[in-house]
C-alpha cells in the first residue's frame, strides 16, 4: 500500500508515492512540508521536520526516480540521475538513506530545479 504525493516546483509538479516504511508514513503523517531545494547533481535534498524510523532498510545505491531520506540531515531526498558518488549513471546517496517512495511523472522536469527554489510536498487525495 502507498501514499500518493504531489511534489511541487514552482510551475511544475510530478506526482509520486510514499512507500509503506515506518519512516514514509512519518512523512507522510507530516505533509505538507515545503523547503528549499539543494542540487547534489542530479538529486535534490532539503531538511523536513520529521525523525526517521532506526528500524527501517538503509542503503547509498538509488534507482532513478526513487524518494529517500537522509538521516543526518533530516532531509528529504529526490534522486533521477547520476550525483558526485555515483560510480557510473545510477543514482548514489552520499551516505545512508532511507528508502521511502518513488516518482512516477515526468522525471525530466526535475533537471530545471535550481538551488533555493521553493519545493512543497503534499498529500495527493
Known amino acids: 500500500m502507498g ?23 512519518r512523512v507522510h503523517d507530516a505533509l505538507p512540508v515545503e523547503g528549499e531545494a539543494n542540487r547534489w547533481g542530479d538529486e535534490i535534498y532539503f531538511s523536513i521536520p520529521v525523525t526517521g524510523d532506526k528500524g527501517d532498510p538503509m542503503r547509498t545505491e538509488m534507482a532513478v526516480g526513487e524518494l529517500a ?10 534522486f533521477w540521475g547520476p550525483t558526485p558518488a555515483s560510480r557510473g549513471d545510477e543514482p548514489r546517496a552520499a551516505s545512508n538513506v532511507v528508502p521511502i517512495g518513488r516518482l512516477t511523472g515526468d522525471l525530466r522536469q526535475l533537471a530545471e ?7 512543497r510536498i503534499e498529500r495527493k487525495e
Open 3 to 25: 501514499y500518493p504525493i504531489r511534489i511541487v516546483m514552482g510551475e511544475r509538479e510530478i506526482e509520486g508515492e510514499l512507500n509503506d516504511t515506518a519512516t514514509a508514513q
Open 69 to 78: 531520506y537522509w538521516p543526518p540531515g533530516k532531509a528529504f531526498c529526490i
Open 113 to 119: 530545479t535550481a538551488d533555493g527554489q521553493a519545493v
